[in-house]
């Protein structure tokens, strides 16, 4: 890319109001997209879902306009966008039922993936599917993206003081969906 | 009242994430779990979502950075473009309100004036008049027609 190209790029971005260049919205997608489509997936139970929404969480965060002190902030600021997007979407599914049921399509395909763990994906699917949106939001953060109680929090536009309580209870409550209550 | 955490926990969770749970962990950790409500949940949810996340990260077709880019450029343009309009909407909102007051203000001015007007016009032969100035009316009827059709052709087409 030509000093002309980044100019222009520059320019264009400005003029439609985004706040990051080409450049470093690939670089961000290219990190993120993959974790953001697992999430929105999780959450919605619809990979077809998941695919337009996650199109709609990074325009929406470029549209967002805000300034971040850091990529970790950055990245919050995202998964808040796709929490309240895959909220929004099951709203509208809970309004005009089509017949999917959160985790079947995912369950579908992710047996048709790996063969090999077919039951074991079935389960945590199943089990996933029966929690809270909530909780599954904060479990998949925690153990699947390696988020702290801060970053469950500001993704998921809560309290930080009440995450340690509440992840333990969502916890508590998969453990025992999975069979393993330890009790 | 039930603990929320453990100062193990940390522990357990990477051995997890690192499929290093139950068998290649030390011993005394594995006993202490086996006794803790927290590291034995912590073990068992985050080796399953671990498994989940693996299997869906390797799911999705994503579309290229540069084409979500581009289609986020274009509805950013669509939607300032749209943005910038709607000032121009308001002010001829505001500028067809004041009109309409100046009309009422001009009206209520020459009301009298009107009143008489209109006296004065059922007095008068319309037909015999009409057939006196016909090219006139028929002049002044198509200007009323033409320029309002014309000037909304014009603003349909922006």
């Given at each position: 890319m030509t000093f002309t190209d980044v100019s222009r790029a520059d320019a264009i971005s400005a003029e439609a109001g985004l706040v990051m260049d080409e450049e470093s919205f690939r670089a961000f997608y290219e990190r993120n997209a993959r974790s953001v489509w697992a999430y929105l997936a999780r959450l919605t139970g619809d990979r077809y879902a998941a695919d337009d929404l996650l199109q709609e969480a990074f325009y929406r965060f470029l549209r967002a306009g805000s300034a971040y002190e850091s990529e970790t902030h950055r990245r919050n600021a995202l998964y808040r966008i796709a929490t309240n997007l895959a909220r929004d979407a099951r709203r509208r599914v809970l309004s005009h039922p089509v017949g999917v049921i959160a985790g079947d399509d995912i369950e579908k395909v992710a047996g048709r993936q790996a063969a090999g763990s077919v039951d074991q994906s079935a389960d945590v699917t199943r089990a996933l599917s029966r929690l809270k949106p909530r909780e599954r939001a904060m479990l998949w953060l925690a153990?699947?993206?390696?988020?702290?109680h801060n970053e469950i929090a500001e993704a998921l536009g809560l309290k930080p003081g009440s995450m340690k309580l509440m992840l333990f209870r969502a916890r508590r409550r998969l453990a025992s969906l999975l069979g393993k209550d330890t009790r | 009242m039930p603990r929320y955490e453990c100062e193990f926990e940390a522990e357990v969770l990477a051995a997890a994430i690192q499929s290093?749970?139950?068998?290649?962990?030390d011993p005394a950790l594995r006993e202490h779990a086996s006794k803790c409500q927290v590291c034995s949940d912590v073990a068992v949810v985050a080796a399953a979502i671990d498994t989940a996340r693996e299997e869906t990260r390797e799911l999705p077709v994503l579309p290229d950075a540069g084409r979500v880019w581009w289609v986020a450029q274009m509805r950013a343009r669509r939607e300032a473009a749209l943005k910038a309009a709607r000032p121009i909407t308001a002010t001829q909102l505001i500028a067809g309100a004041c009109a309409v007051g100046l009309l009422g203000a001009c009206f209520g001015a020459t009301s009298a004036w009107f009143q008489e007007s209109l006296h004065h016009l059922a007095t008068i032969d319309a037909p015999g008049l009409l057939a006196q100035h016909g090219a006139l009316a028929a002049g002044i009827g198509a200007v009323l027609v033409l320029v309002p059709a014309a000037a909304w052709l014009a603003l349909r087409k922006e």
């Open positions: 153990y699947a993206e390696g988020a702290s | 290093r749970w139950p068998d290649r962990v």
